[in-house]
C-alpha cells in the first residue's frame, strides 16, 4: 500500500528496520555464548550500518512526518507526477544519503573498528571527545527535534481543519483519516 500511495518514507523506515532487526538477529546467533571473531568483515559492515541506523530510522520519520504536515497544512490540491517525484528524491537524499555520509564521518570518530560484546555481537566505537559528540552523538538528537517540531505542526493543523481535511486526504494521497493517524502515530 505505501508504494502504491508513493509512500517513500514510510518504506524507507521498512528497510532500515529490518536491516537493524537482521544484524541483530545475525550478531545474537553467532555471538551466543561467545567472544570469538569468525568474520571480521562483516563486524566491519555491520558496524557501520548500525552506525547508519541510529540516524537513518530518525531521518525516516523525519521524512513521515514532514509529509504528513505538508499534507496537513495544504491549501490547494495540486498534485502531479513531478510533485510525487520531487518529494521521492528529497526523502531519498534525506533518509538514504544522509546516513551514507553519516557512516563515513563516523570513520573518522572511531578508536577502532569495532568492539565484540558476547551474546550481542559487533558493536560500533566511538571515541567520546568534542567531535565525537558534535559528529555522532548530537545528529540523532537534532533530527528527533526537528521530527517533533513537523509532528506538533501536523497535530495542530489536523485539529484545526478536521471536516476539510479528510477531503484534502482522499485527494493528495489515498489515505482515510485512520490511516493518516495511524501513520502519525508511527511517525
Given amino acids: 500500500w505505501h508504494i502504491q500511495a508513493w509512500n517513500s ?5 521498512m528497510i532500515w528496520t529490518v536491516i537493524g532487526c537482521i544484524i541483530h538477529l545475525v550478531n545474537s546467533i ?6 570469538a571473531n569468525p568474520n571480521p568483515t562483516y563486524c566491519d559492515i555491520s558496524t557501520k ?14 521524512c513521515i512526518n514532514r509529509r504528513l504536515c505538508n499534507i496537513a497544512t495544504t491549501q490547494a490540491v495540486i498534485i502531479d ?26 570513520y573518522t570518530q572511531q578508536g577502532h573498528r569495532y568492539d565484540i560484546v558476547e551474546n550481542y555481537g ?14 555522532v552523538i548530537v545528529p540523532p538528537i537534532i ?16 485539529l484545526r481543519r478536521r471536516q476539510e481535511f479528510n477531503d484534502i486526504l482522499r485527494v493528495t494521497s489515498g489515505l482515510n483519516s485512520h490511516r493518516y493517524l495511524r501513520l502519525m502515530t508511527l511517525a
Fill in 30 to 35: 553467532v555471538w551466543h555464548k561467545s567472544l
Fill in 143 to 158: 533530527v528527533c527535534s526537528i521530527s517533533l517540531v513537523y509532528c506538533t505542526l501536523s497535530i495542530r493543523a489536523f
Fill in 9 to 13: 518514507a514510510t518504506c524507507y523506515l
Fill in 81 to 106: 507526477r513531478a510533485s510525487e517525484r520531487r518529494n521521492i528524491i528529497i526523502d531519498t537524499l534525506i533518509a538514504v544519503l544522509c546516513p551514507l555520509i553519516f557512516m563515513a564521518v563516523h
Fill in 122 to 135: 559487533c558493536w560500533p566505537t566511538t571515541y567520546l571527545t568534542a567531535l565525537g559528540y558534535i559528529f
Fill in 49 to 62: 550500518l548500525l552506525m547508519g541506523l541510529s540516524v537513518a530510522i530518525p531521518l525516516s520519520t523525519l
